[in-house]
């Protein structure tokens, strides 16, 4: 069964499932019956492409790095270069729109925007795109529920790592009280680096270089971009209502190496923390760094990796741990919800 998609945003995650779709494409069909095409693909600097009948994404993969920019794509006829975010949300065969451009956490926009207009035109949205789902959840949702669409979002929180549809689906069942995590890969990876004795902005820019950091990495080292990640959680998981501002959030740049050390001294290390609570209906959320015992589970997470831990009523306490960023692991995430777009629209059809 055939499935145009278009990107919105080329960067490091759409360039990241792009690369999945290239070289897993047997593999999608054969298991799933799942037979993606690319029909365009639309970018702030790097330019926009749209062939109805799908582009050739390894010619596409490798117009960008050897030139950097889509517009050197061969022409062909059908072929439409130029059109910008919303004239590719509107205009194109899509089936669904893969929102992956940068998350503003002032205003959620151009993503919030893009996803409204797709919703409005019949598309589904897969976005790992964390301004409209911390911002707009509610809104979101409903609009697409009455466009009979699809909202997918899993890699919002740890990237490929099922930290939003696991507990929904698997724990199914339990109330969930209580959530830690440490949901920030470029400000874990900084802070294991500065154990290893590495300076925090020699750091930073290694977590840059891995394509772990946001746009703008004030979001990592501030706690902003954990911040969102709990407010979705809170949203998603326990489904009480939170606003971004109700979190407290402090980041770790005013964290130093010799502060690694004195932790290491008493046996304890520093970690970024976010802490949900419920309790009686009413949600209490924050984030900031924390000095952690050795022997805390949590303790021994390190590098871009993060975990999560919810605490349940009838279940306890169940850990999940795995990347929270990267480009493979993020353009995954995307994969996980087109797979289970593409299964939930063969069941309806199977009825
Ligand atoms: N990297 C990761 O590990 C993870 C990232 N995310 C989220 O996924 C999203 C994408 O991340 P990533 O790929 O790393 O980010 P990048 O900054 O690498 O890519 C974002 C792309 O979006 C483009 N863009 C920005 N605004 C627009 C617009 N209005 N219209 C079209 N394109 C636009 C940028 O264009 P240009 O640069 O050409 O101007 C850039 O190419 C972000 O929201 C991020 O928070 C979530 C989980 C993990
Ligand atoms: N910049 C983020 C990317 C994933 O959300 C991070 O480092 O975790």
């Known amino acids: 069964m055939g499935h145009n998609i278009a990107f919105i945003g080329f960067g490091g995650v759409g360039q990241g499932l792009a690369n999945i779709l290239l070289h897993q494409k047997d593999k999608l069909i054969q298991q799933e019956d799942l037979d993606v095409k690319v029909v365009a693909i639309s970018d702030m600097m790097k330019g926009?492409?749209?062939?109805?009948?799908?582009?050739?994404?390894?010619?596409?993969?490798?117009?960008?790095?050897?030139?950097?920019?889509?517009?050197?794509?061969p022409d062909r006829r059908g072929l439409v270069k130029g059109l910008d975010s919303v004239e590719t949300i509107r205009q194109t065969n899509a089936d669904t729109i893969m929102e992956v451009t940068f998350t503003d956490v002032k205003t959620g926009?151009?993503?919030?925007?893009?996803?409204?207009?797709?919703?409005?035109?019949?598309?589904?949205?897969?976005?790992?795109?964390?301004?409209p789902i911390a911002l707009k959840y509610r809104e979101l949702k409903k609009l697409a529920e009455q466009n009979g669409v699809f909202f997918g979002f899993e890699g919002t929180v740890m990237s490929g790592t099922p930290a939003l549809r696991m507990p929904l689906s698997s724990l199914a069942?339990?109330?969930?009280?209580?959530?830690?995590?440490?949901?920030?890969?470029?400000?874990?990876y900084i802070l294991t680096k500065m154990e290893e004795g590495l300076a925090f902005y020699d750091a930073l820019q290694e977590a840059k270089d891995n394509g772990f950091a946001e746009a703008d990495p004030t979001n990592d080292i501030e706690g902003f971009d954990v911040r969102y990640k709990a407010v979705i959680l809170t949203n998603y998981l326990m489904d009480v209502p939170i606003d971004v501002q109700d979190v407290p959030c402090e980041g770790i740049s005013h964290l130093t190496p010799e502060d690694m050390k004195e932790a290491q001294k008493q046996g304890e290390r520093w970690k970024?923390?976010?802490?949900?609570?419920?309790?009686?209906?009413?949600?209490?959320?924050?984030v900031e760094p924390k000095r952690i015992p050795v022997s805390d589970p949590l303790a021994s997470v390190s590098s871009a990796t993060n975990a999560i831990l919810y605490q349940c009523d009838l279940a306890g306490p169940i850990t999940l741990t795995g990347a929270g960023a990267g480009i493979t692991e993020t353009g995954y995430s995307l994969l996980i919800d087109l797979i289970h777009i593409h299964r939930k629209k063969k069941t309806v059809n199977a009825y």
Request: glycine share 10%; aromatic share 4%; hydrophobic share 30%.
């Open 173 to 188: 069942g339990n109330e969930i009280t209580e959530i830690t995590g440490i949901l920030n890969g470029t400000s874990n």
């Open 109 to 131: 926009q151009p993503a919030i925007h893009h996803c409204e207009t797709a919703f409005q035109a019949g598309k589904n949205v897969i976005t790992t795109n964390k301004g």
């Open 272 to 286: 970024l923390l976010a802490t949900i609570k419920k309790e009686n209906g009413h949600v209490t959320a924050s």
């Open 48 to 73: 926009s492409l749209y062939h109805p009948d799908g582009l050739d994404v390894n010619l596409v993969l490798e117009t960008l790095h050897s030139t950097g920019s889509l517009n050197d794509y």
